[in-house]
C-alpha cells in the first residue's frame, strides 16, 4: 500500500492516541482518594474480572527518547524500598475489593520490570498471588529490556506465571543506539530472544521506534530485515514523540539530528511495506501480529478493546493499578497515581492510597468512547447500534464529527454511509485522526502542547 506523501504531512498534527477519553490531560485533582474509595466501594461486588497493572520505575540508565515515568539508578536501595511501599498499596486495595473477583489479566510495565533482581521478581509475583484469585489462564505479559538481563530473569519470569514478553529493541543500528544511549548489540538481542523461546514463552512482542537521530531508510530496513529474522509474534512500532517540554531529558537528543518530515515519511513506508510482506496483519495503531494472534481474532469477531495497556482481548475488566504514575480504570472512573517517586511512597507509608488526581465520564464521554473505541478496535461504528444503545440521533449527536469525518473521507479515511462508519485500508494509518473527529475535549485550550504527533 502506497501513501501519498501529501496525505502524511496533511494528517501529521497532534492528537491523543486514546488509550482512554478522556485523556490524561483532563483528569484533575479535584477527584482524589476520597473518591476513589467510593468508587471502589461502588463497583466492588460487580463482577467485572480484574485487570493489574504493575510499574516498576526503575532503569539503570536514562534512555534520551524515553516518554514514561521512570528513574535511572544504579542504587538497588531504592528498589528495595519501593517493593515494600508497592506491597503495602497492593494489601490496602485487595482489602477493599471482593475476594470473589477474578484476574484476568497481569502486566509489569515501567521503567524496566526486569530492573528487579530475580528473587524480588518471584517475590513480588508471589505476593500479588497471595492477595488476589487469579485465573488459570490468567494473560500475564513483562517489558524486558535486553540489557543487564541474564537467564536467572527469564527463568524467574516464567516461575512468577508470566505468557507474554515484550522485548525493548528500538533499532538496531549502532550509531542510532549510541545517540540515544540505548547500545544493545544485535547478538545480544537475539541471545536474550533465543533465552525467552527455550523458556517456552511462546508469545513475545517486540518494541520498535521511528524517527529516532539519525535514523535512515536504509539503515531501519537493516533492523526490520533482522528483526522479521527473528520472529517475534507481535510487532509494535512508535513513533518517536520528541516533547522537550515534557520531558526535559529529550533536550539531550539533538533537533538537527532527526530525520526530517520526508524521511520519517519513508520510515513509515517502509515498516508498512515490510511488515505485511513479512506476514503480518496490521490492526491499527502501530501495532502488528501475526495472522493466528488473539488480537487478530478478536479484531475479526468485534471483541477487541483498548485501554492503558493497548490493544487487549479483556473488554469486561476494571484495572488496578499499582506503583508511581499507574492509571486505574473502572467503567466510569480514571485514577492516576501521584507521578512522583517521593509523593507516592510517602502517602502509602502514611497509610493512604495514592490517587492524585482522576475523573469520572459523564454520559457524553461514555457515548464518544464508545464511538471512539468502535473505530479504534473494530475499525467500524455502527451508527444505528450506537443510536439505539445511548437513545440518541446520531447525525444530529454528531454533526460536527459527521462534518469533520466528511472531509476525511474525500481523502480516502473512511468510508461514510447511512447506517455505518468504516476505516478504509489506507485510514488504519490515520486511525488517531479518524477518532479525533469524536473529541469534544480538543476544543478545549490547554496551557501547552501535550500530544505526540499523529503520523
Not at 507521578?339 to 511512597?345: E, W
Request: with cysteine; aromatic share 10%.
Amino acid at each position: 500500500m502506497r501513501i501519498a506523501p501529501s496525505l502524511l504531512e496533511k494528517y501529521s498534527k497532534p492528537g491523543p492516541r486514546y488509550t482512554s477519553y478522556p485523556t490524561a490531560p483532563y483528569f484533575t485533582e479535584a477527584f482524589g482518594e476520597r473518591e476513589w474509595r467510593e468508587e471502589i466501594a461502588r463497583t466492588r461486588d460487580d463482577g467485572r474480572g480484574l485487570s493489574l497493572y504493575i510499574h516498576i520505575p526503575f532503569c539503570d540508565t536514562l534512555c534520551y527518547y524515553c516518554g514514561c515515568n521512570m528513574v535511572a539508578t544504579h542504587d538497588y536501595a531504592k528498589a528495595s524500598r519501593y517493593l515494600d511501599v508497592l506491597e503495602q498499596e497492593v494489601d490496602r486495595v485487595a482489602t477493599l475489593l471482593s475476594p470473589t473477583r477474578q484476574v484476568e489479566q497481569l502486566h509489569w510495565g515501567g521503567g524496566t520490570p526486569t530492573y528487579l533482581h530475580p528473587d524480588d521478581i518471584r517475590r513480588l509475583a508471589a505476593h500479588l498471588r497471595s492477595r488476589f484469585r487469579f485465573a488459570e489462564e490468567v494473560e500475564a505479559g513483562c517489558e524486558v529490556d535486553p540489557r543487564e538481563l541474564t537467564r536467572d530473569h527469564v527463568t524467574a519470569l516464567r516461575e512468577a506465571g508470566f505468557n507474554r514478553l515484550s522485548l525493548g529493541v528500538q533499532d538496531l543500528d549502532e550509531r542510532v543506539q549510541r545517540a540515544v544511549n540505548r547500545v544493545q548489540p544485535e547478538a545480544l538481542v537475539r541471545e536474550v530472544y533465543g533465552w525467552m523461546r527455550e523458556a517456552g514463552f511462546a508469545s513475545i512482542n517486540m518494541d520498535l521506534m521511528v524517527g529516532l537521530p539519525h535514523q535512515t531508510v536504509e539503515s531501519f530496513a537493516a533492523t526490520l530485515d533482522k528483526v522479521i529474522d527473528m520472529g517475534p509474534d507481535r510487532l509494535a512500532v512508535f513513533s518517536y514523540a520528541h516533547v522537550p517540554w515534557l520531558k526535559k531529558h529529550q533536550k539531550l537528543i539533538s533537533e538537527a539530528d532527526l530525520p526530517d518530515f520526508p524521511t520519517r515519511i519513508r520510515l513509515q513506508q517502509l515498516m508498512l511495506e515490510r511488515l505485511t510482506a513479512a506476514g503480518y496483519v496490521y490492526i491499527g495503531m502501530d501495532h502488528f501480529a501475526r495472522p493466528g494472534d488473539e488480537l487478530v481474532k478478536a479484531q475479526a469477531t468485534h471483541t477487541l478493546h483498548r485501554n492503558f495497556q493497548g490493544y487487549t482481548t479483556h473488554k469486561d475488566c476494571d484495572i488496578y493499578a499499582f506503583g508511581v504514575s499507574a492509571i486505574s480504570q473502572t467503567e466510569e472512573v480514571y485514577v492516576q497515581n501521584c507521578k512522583r517517586l517521593v509523593d507516592y511512597q510517602a502517602r502509602i507509608e502514611a497509610g493512604r492510597l495514592a490517587v492524585e488526581r482522576g475523573v469520572r465520564v459523564t454520559r457524553d464521554d461514555r457515548i464518544r468512547r464508545d464511538a471512539i473505541l468502535s473505530l479504534m478496535c473494530d475499525l467500524a461504528l455502527d451508527r444505528s447500534a450506537l443510536a439505539e444503545q445511548w437513545g440518541i440521533d446520531f447525525d444530529a449527536y454528531f454533526a460536527d464529527s459527521l462534518q469533520e469525518l466528511s472531509k476525511l473521507a474525500a481523502d480516502g479515511l473512511v468510508e461514510l454511509t447511512s447506517d455505518m462508519i468504516r476505516v478504509t485500508e489506507l485510514g488504519r494509518i490515520f486511525l488517531r485522526n479518524i477518532a479525533m473527529c469524536f473529541d469534544a475535549y480538543l476544543k478545549q485550550p490547554l496551557a501547552q502542547p501535550r500530544y505526540s504527533r499523529t503520523v
